[in-house]
C-alpha cells in the first residue's frame, strides 16, 4: 500500500513512517503543498495524508486544488485545530476523513483502512456510472463512448456529485469544491451549472441522472434506481441558462 504524506513537521514525518512500515505501508513524504500537489496528480497513491497547516498553503487549499484537478484519491486531514468548522470545511471541500493530532498508531492505521473501505474503487482514474464514464485525469467525460464538452464549473460540479454518489450535496459544498472561498458568487449559480450540466447529458444520452433532494441540495442517482427513491430531476424547476 502506497501513501503520500503532505505534512511540514520532519519528526512527525519520520515518524508516521515509522508507524506505517511495519503495516506493509510504504510512505512517500513530502514537506510542501506545491510538491505535494504535483506528487498527488503524477503518481498512483491509495490515499493522501494532509497536514492541514502547510508552509507555502493550508490543506484545505491543498485539498481544494486536488479535487479541481480530479484527483479522486482518498484524503485523510491530519491537524491539531480539530474545530468543528475546520471539519466541516475539509469534508465540503472533499476529505474522507479527518483526524486530530496527537493521535496513536493503532488509530490512525484503523483509520486509514477504514477509508479504504469505504472509498474502495473511488481512486481508480475512471468512474463508470451507467453510460456516462468520467476519466478524472484527464477531466474528460464521454456518454456511450461520445464526448461530452463541459466547461470547468460544470466538470467539477458533475465530479463532485460522481465522487459521492447517492450522497446528497448541498450548495454549500459545491461552492466549496468550485471555488475553496475565493471569489464566490451567489450559491444560484449551482442552480444554473445543474441545469446546463443535465442539458448536455441528456442531448448525449445520459437523462436523469442527477436528481434534486428537495430544501437540501442534488444527488448522482444510481442508473439502475434512477426511478425510485423519490428523487426529483423536473428541470423546470431550476433556472434557465443564460
Known amino acids: 500500500m502506497r501513501l503520500l504524506l503532505i505534512e511540514d513537521d520532519l519528526t512527525l514525518a519520520r515518524g508516521i513512517a515509522a508507524m506505517l512500515q511495519p503495516c506493509g505501508m510504504t510512505v512517500e513524504a513530502t514537506d510542501s503543498g506545491a510538491e505535494g500537489l504535483e506528487r498527488a496528480q503524477g503518481g498512483s497513491h491509495d490515499l493522501i495524508l494532509l497536514d492541514l497547516m502547510l508552509p507555502d498553503m493550508t490543506g484545505h487549499e491543498a485539498l481544494r486544488r486536488l479535487r479541481a484537478a480530479g484527483v479522486g484519491t482518498p484524503v485523510l486531514m491530519l491537524s491539531g485545530m480539530a474545530t468543528p468548522a475546520a471539519k466541516v470545511l475539509a469534508f465540503n471541500l472533499g476529505a474522507d476523513e479527518f483526524m486530530a493530532k496527537p493521535f496513536d498508531r493503532e488509530e490512525?492505521?484503523?483509520?486509514?483502512?477504514?477509508?479504504?473501505?469505504?472509498?474502495?474503487?473511488?481512486?481508480?482514474?475512471?468512474?463508470?456510472?451507467?453510460?456516462?464514464?468520467?476519466?478524472?485525469?484527464?477531466?474528460?467525460?464521454?456518454?456511450?463512448?461520445?464526448?461530452?464538452?463541459?466547461?470547468?464549473?460544470?466538470?467539477?460540479?458533475?465530479?463532485?456529485?460522481?465522487?459521492?454518489?447517492?450522497?446528497?450535496?448541498?450548495?454549500?459544498?459545491?461552492?466549496?469544491?468550485?471555488?475553496?472561498g475565493m471569489d464566490e458568487p451567489e450559491a444560484k449559480i449551482i442552480d444554473v451549472f445543474i441545469c446546463k450540466l443535465r442539458r448536455k447529458l441528456a442531448e448525449a444520452g445520459a437523462d436523469n441522472l442527477i436528481g434534486t433532494v428537495w430544501g437540501r441540495g442534488y444527488v448522482m442517482r444510481d442508473p439502475a434506481l434512477a426511478a425510485s427513491h423519490g428523487f426529483l430531476a423536473d428541470q423546470r424547476a431550476l433556472p434557465r441558462a443564460a
Not at 135 to 141: D, F, P, R, T
Open 108 to 180: 490512525l492505521v484503523a483509520r486509514i483502512k477504514a477509508v479504504l473501505r469505504r472509498t474502495k474503487g473511488l481512486a481508480r482514474p475512471t468512474l463508470t456510472l451507467g453510460a456516462l464514464t468520467i476519466e478524472l485525469g484527464s477531466q474528460k467525460v464521454s456518454v456511450q463512448g461520445r464526448d461530452v464538452r463541459l466547461t470547468g464549473r460544470e466538470y467539477g460540479v458533475l465530479e463532485l456529485l460522481a465522487l459521492r454518489k447517492g450522497t446528497v450535496q448541498t450548495k454549500d459544498a459545491f461552492m466549496a469544491h468550485l471555488y475553496g
